[in-house]
């Protein structure tokens, strides 16, 4: 999350702009954005600068310049309010148009700065909305049951269950010994069947998608659940396309056995298939 700006000269009455995103020019919106735009005493509006529009409403300079905005981020009640306008926003235009998402907190300081950067990176947005028209993000997430499947793996590997069965015969030193050769073994099956999996059912998605990539993989507390996860992928896809789901659908009941699920999550503006170097997330 960052704040960025334009020159210090050209707010009026220190309201700046709010960007959310960029959309082709010509973008008709039917009044499904009114009511969720950051700052609530400000509707989101349709700012034209030749062949691009910016999804952006007035804000308070002193709400979110960036001296009072880094302390504001460290308030969770209204950091989770204003994020959540701002997927709002994208959300609502990703139903009717291929959008550019930008980060949250970008901000200019005045109208002219924001149709300035427009201007200037033109041939830069105009690319990137080439290449996600008529495309979505979708989010794959698969968890492990890490028992469950440790224990299917053990079923099948003769050097792991000989050292469990002399693990369970010893006793003392020696039986504590033995339950952390086991487990040292058993880390490290999970972490090459980890590896392969994702690879495999990666692969396997990619066929399906215009894009993908990996994401680093979130804790059990971040990501709200008890099993372990194994893989964290983001997929630009089209909007009309089926066989992703259905290959989804089919690394599920591949992988049951083995206390590994999938989760789908989206449609999302293409967050993770747009360089950073044109000011989005």
Known sequence: ??????????????????????VAAGYSPTGFLSGVSVDPAHEVEFLTEGSLTALASRVSLAEFDEPSLLERLNDPAWLEQKIR????????????????????????RSEAELRRFLGERSEELEGVLRRVEGKVELGVKAFVD?????????????ALREIESRAAAAEGGRAYL?????????????????????????ARLLAVAEEGTLGPRQSAELAGR???????????????????????????????????????????????????????S
């Open 226 to 280: 008890s099993d372990q996860m194994l893989m964290n992928g983001a997929y630009l896809v089209r909007a009309d396309e089926r066989r992703f789901e259905e290959a989804v659908e089919d690394l599920r009941r591949e992988y049951a056995h083995l206390g590994v699920g999938f989760e789908i999550t989206g449609p999302w503006p293409p967050y993770n298939f747009v360089p950073r170097e044109v000011g989005v």
């Open 1 to 22: 999350m960052s704040s960025s700006a334009g020159a210090p000269a050209g707010a009026q009455n220190g309201s700046g702009w709010y960007l959310y995103g960029v």
């Open 146 to 158: 890490r028992d469950r499947l440790a224990l299917t793996l053990a079923a099948g590997d003769d």
């Open 178 to 202: 033995e339950r952390r050769r086991a487990e040292r073994l058993v880390s490290q099956e999970l972490e090459r069947f980890a590896a392969e999996a994702v690879g495999a059912c990666h």
């Open 85 to 108: 306008a701002h997927e709002q926003v994208l959300e609502r235009a990703l139903g009717s148009t291929s959008v550019v998402p930008f980060r949250f907190c970008t901000v200019y």
